[in-house]
């Protein structure tokens, strides 16, 4: 499976958007971007993923570049409970297992 | 979204003891479970696929005989900490992918903290 790099912290104001980017250069053909986060002490919770196009659901919006070596996460109004390490993974539909990078730590500042 | 569940969700045992850790998928069944290990501060690390019905795969530097996984079940896996140590102190994570189309992505108990004193 393809590598991501992400920015390891950023900072967001309550009430505006987060975005989140991760870099997948080597990503291939058959390869999905997967975005979970994980809250302090708990287990990581799925937000979204995608394979080319621009994806939205109740959590989040994943805006995935046309060359498909980037995208950005986006969290449209950002909540105080926001506040988590985000993940970016990349993963071919087929595969099952997830391998965890470092992630980036999301802070939501009041 | 699907459920997964964890128990316990702390632990504390004495060194020398052995563990058990119960994963269980409440409302939907899973062929393959995953074992991970989270360490302060630190990324998950993947121990182990687990199957049912069948044995377990580790990830390189994983002692199979030290962390006893079974699967007995579509909706049941389990994790054994054997002879544990301080070492072994850790946050231990299970996740499970539903059967079928993948409609979204793996679902993550909530996690157990092991203290081993």
């Known amino acids: 499976d393809a590598k991501t790099t992400q920015p390891p912290s950023m900072d967001c104001a309550e009430g505006r958007a987060a975005n989140l980017p991760c870099n997948h250069s080597?990503?291939?053909?058959?390869?999905?971007v997967y975005w979970y986060r994980q809250i302090h002490s708990q287990g990581p919770q799925y937000i979204i993923h995608?394979?080319?196009n621009n994806e939205t659901n109740e959590m989040a919006s994943l805006i995935i570049t046309e060359d498909r070596k980037s995208s950005t996460l986006i969290l449209p109004h950002a909540t105080l409970r926001d506040t988590a390490v985000y993940y970016c993974i990349v993963l071919n539909q087929g595969a099952q297992k997830l391998v965890f990078g470092q992630g980036t730590r999301l802070t939501i500042n009041p | 979204g699907a459920v997964v569940s964890q128990h316990p969700s702390r632990v504390i045992c004495k060194s020398g003891t052995s563990v058990k850790i119960e994963c269980r998928s409440l409302d939907f069944q899973a062929t393959t479970m995953f074992w991970y290990r989270q360490f302060p501060k630190q990324s998950l690390m993947l121990m182990a696929t687990?199957?049912?019905?069948?044995?377990?795969?580790?990830e390189q530097g994983v002692e199979k005989d030290k962390f006893l996984i079974n699967h007995a079940s579509l909706t049941l896996s389990t994790l054994t900490v054997t002879s544990a140590h301080p070492e072994d102190s850790s946050f231990y994570i299970c996740?499970?992918?539903?059967?079928?189309?993948?409609?979204?992505?793996?679902?993550f108990g909530q996690g157990t903290r092991l203290t081993v004193v």
């Open positions: 080597t990503i291939s053909g058959n390869e999905y």
């Open positions: 995608g394979l080319k």
């Open positions: 996740s499970a992918i539903p059967r079928g189309p993948r409609k979204s992505g793996a679902f």
């Open positions: 687990s199957n049912e019905g069948s044995k377990a795969t580790y």
